[in-house]
Structures are given as C-alpha cells and as structure tokens.
Nanobody
Framework: QVQLVESGGGLVRTGGSLRLSCAAS????????MGWFRQAPGKEREFVAR????????YYADSVKGRFTISKDNAKNTVYLQMNSLKPEDTAVYYC???????????????????WGQGTQVTVSS
C-alpha cells in the first residue's frame, strides 16, 4: 500500500522559514519523480516544485523560484521542501505527490500524479 505522509507545516511570520517533509512507503520511491503542490482556500491546487528520481533535476513554479528548494533523500524515501522568505500568499495546504510509474517524466499538473499525501497546513502571517 502506497503512503505519502507530509509533516513540518505550521504558523510562521512573513520572511520566516519552514521545512516540509514527505515520507514515502509502499514503493521504492527512489526511482520516482516527486512533486509538491499547494492549495489555498477557494483556489485550485497548484504546482510548487518537482524533483527527478535521482535528484539531479529540479523545477519550480515562478512564484517560489529562488525562495523554495526541493530535495530528496532516497536512502530515507523522503522528499523535502525548504521554504524561505515566506509570504502571506504562500499560505495553503501543501501536498506531496508521486506518479503511478517509476522513471517517467511527469508534468506540473495534478492529473500527472497518482499518489497524494494528506497535506500539511502552512500559514504565513503578515
């Protein structure tokens, strides 16, 4: 059974930092591209960042580029999202996600991903 479990969310002031973690189980996710998405109240789920199976390639939404860093520890089956210089508009529930197949190149839309975590709330106060 595939399971993705996010942690590390919380309340932080503008300009602060948080590190989200996503622990994966049930598959050898070391061979999978992994992604982070977020969803604010009343808005659609949007892409945040993506990392290739070996961590060699990363891709970010323009809104977080230069502030967020995605990384992957395959030995721990864990993906991280380091978030710096947080802004109120970063407030959302953050989800990690994985495609249904290992080794494939996936895009930046939710339908490209099959497995999802339960989400972790990030709130940035002004």
């Amino acid at each position: 059974q595939v399971q993705l479990v996010e942690s590390g969310g919380g309340l932080v002031r503008t300009g602060g930092s948080l590190r989200l973690s996503c622990a994966a189980s049930g598959r050898p996710f070391s061979y999978y591209t992994m992604g982070w998405f977020r969803q604010a109240p009343g808005k659609e789920r949007e892409f945040v960042a993506r990392i290739s199976w070996n961590g060699g390639m990363t891709y970010y939404a323009d809104s977080v580029k230069g502030r967020f860093t995605i990384s992957k520890d395959n030995a721990k089956n864990t993906v991280y999202l380091q978030m710096n210089s947080l802004k109120p508009e970063d407030t959302a529930v953050y989800y990690c996600a994985a495609p249904g197949t290992a080794g494939v190149v996936v895009g930046v839309v939710p339908k490209d991903y099959e497995y999802w975590g339960q989400g972790t709330q990030v709130t940035v106060s002004s």
